[in-house]
């Protein structure tokens, strides 16, 4: 029953908004740290946004200022709202899961996630 599933990508004009999903069955956000990640072929996967433990949200610096992270703990779904995208943000955007052993704030290092979604493609275009 364990699963992360990624939905709203799309491809969107440079300057436009896009909003993306991610329902975490399985991983409630107690014990696992669930984070934003994007990843272009050829390079590493990069932290988008994470949360501490009360929700408070930590952005790359790529994106700080234009996309806003959210969550959702009664419906375990994280969001990512993304606006003023540029050709850079095209990406395949993922969510993850760690186990949290009682971190106060989730990282955006990939390596400390066990479990990914599938991917959601976002595209932008000029």
């Known amino acids: 029953q364990d699963q992360l599933v990624e939905s709203g990508g799309g491809s969107v004009q440079a300057g436009g908004s896009l909003g993306l999903s991610c329902v975490a069955s399985?991983?409630?956000?107690?014990?696992?740290?669930v984070t934003w990640f994007r990843q272009v072929p050829g390079k590493e996967r990069e932290g988008v946004a994470s949360?501490?433990?009360?929700?408070?949200?930590t952005y790359a610096d790529s994106v700080k200022g234009r996309f806003t992270a959210s969550r959702d703990k009664a419906m375990n779904t994280l969001y990512l709202q993304m606006a003023s995208l540029k050709p850079e943000d095209t990406a395949m955007y993922y969510c993850?899961?760690?186990?949290?052993?009682?971190?106060?704030?989730?990282?955006?290092?990939?390596?400390?996630?066990?479990?990914w979604g599938q991917g959601t493609q976002v595209t932008v275009f000029s």
């Open positions: 993850a899961a760690g186990l949290r052993w009682g971190e106060w704030k989730c990282p955006l290092d990939f390596s400390k996630y066990d479990y």
């Open positions: 399985g991983y409630p956000f107690s014990d696992y740290c």
């Open positions: 949360f501490d433990a009360l929700g408070t949200t």
